[in-house]
């Protein structure tokens, strides 16, 4: 019997990213890699909606790093995956 809700599965793009994230940046299975999207509203142009990506990577014995792309799962490419590992992360 489950004790609690079970955490939402990941559409098929963010379990693909999650993926891609892992073998560009070579981690291990015991690192965690948690992809997690947002949909808001683009102030910038009403009526349009924004969204980004969060890429958070948590291993067992060091701090988590986390980096925000301003896309969809389906819309993030290699080269914004790059570009992202290449600036500073947050500390999530």
């Known amino acids: 019997m489950q004790s609690g809700p079970r955490p939402p599965r990941l559409s098929p793009h963010a379990a693909e990213l999650r993926e891609r994230v892992r073998r560009l940046l070579g981690l291990d299975d015991d690192i965690a890699v948690v992809i997690r999207e ?40 290699e080269k914004d995956l790059h570009t992202a590992f290449a600036t500073h992360s947050d500390g999530a």
């Open 38 to 77: 947002f949909a808001g509203v683009n102030r910038a142009e009403p009526g349009r909606s924004s969204a980004e990506t969060s890429v958070t990577i948590m291993p067992m014995d060091g701090p988590a790093r986390r980096w925000v792309v301003h896309r969809r799962p389906d819309q993030i490419t």
